[in-house]
């Protein structure tokens, strides 16, 4: 009865044309009151300037000061986008403090990454600026290191070695800032084996034998 009554008096609101009333009320506002009368936007877009940064690596860029924005304005919207997302991708905003995280994706030199900003000259005002700047990022491949020329072996334990334990081999190259894989062999495995090819090897028994490290 009472699911009833209610289907009723909402039928009966809407015959008397209380409804109705209150649809037009509110197109008619948003007619005379569109958002651009509370909104100014700037059709100038600002350069804030070149970022460079590697694959992998992470900045943080921020609003410029082009047109008098400080981070005490009033922030409605703060949006940072990214022309190739396969190039250079937004990780993270702040919608307060006005930046943005950007981190390199894949080598380019004309990715763009723009920010269109809403806010408030000042807290009094009613009226919103509307802004949009860019920065123009360049991603460039992490640097190669180069290979070593030479490489050497040292154990802290000098040539005293007991059956049953097991010690760290540890590899210096030359130069100092080369890279390279080591595979790790031992001559006689029964004497020492090696357990990791990080460069520990286990004795198994006394004897003698060579352990060996090459590099790619």
């Not at 609101?13 to 209380?18: F, L, P, Q, R």
């Not at 269109?116 to 992490?142: C, E, F, R």
């Amino acid at each position: 009865m009472n699911v009833a009554h209610d289907t009723k008096e909402v039928r009966s609101v809407w015959k008397n044309g209380k409804l109705p009333i209150a649809v037009f009320i509110c197109l008619l506002m948003a007619y005379l009151f569109p958002l651009s009368a509370f909104a100014q936007e700037h059709s100038t877009e600002y350069f804030w300037g070149e970022v460079t940064l590697q694959v992998g690596e992470q900045k943080t860029i921020y609003i410029g000061d082009d047109f008098g924005y400080t981070l005490d304005a009033p922030v409605y919207s703060n949006f940072w986008n990214s022309s190739n997302e396969n190039c250079v991708r937004v990780v993270g905003s702040n919608q307060t403090k006005g930046y943005c995280v950007i981190e390199g994706v894949s080598a380019t030199s004309n990715t763009k990454i723009t920010c269109q900003l809403m806010y408030k000259i000042n807290s009094d005002s009613h009226l919103w600026s509307v802004w949009h700047g860019y920065y123009t990022v360049k991603v460039t491949a992490p640097p190669v290191p180069p290979k070593p020329t030479a490489i050497s072996l040292q154990s802290n334990e000098g040539k005293n070695y007991y059956v049953g334990k097991e010690y760290y081999i540890s590899v210096s190259y030359t130069p100092q800032d080369a890279k390279t894989n080591i595979t790790w062999t031992s001559d006689d495995p029964s004497i020492a084996t090696i357990t990791s090819q990080n460069g520990y090897v286990k004795c198994i028994k006394k004897g003698e034998t060579i352990i060996r490290a090459k590099t790619d």
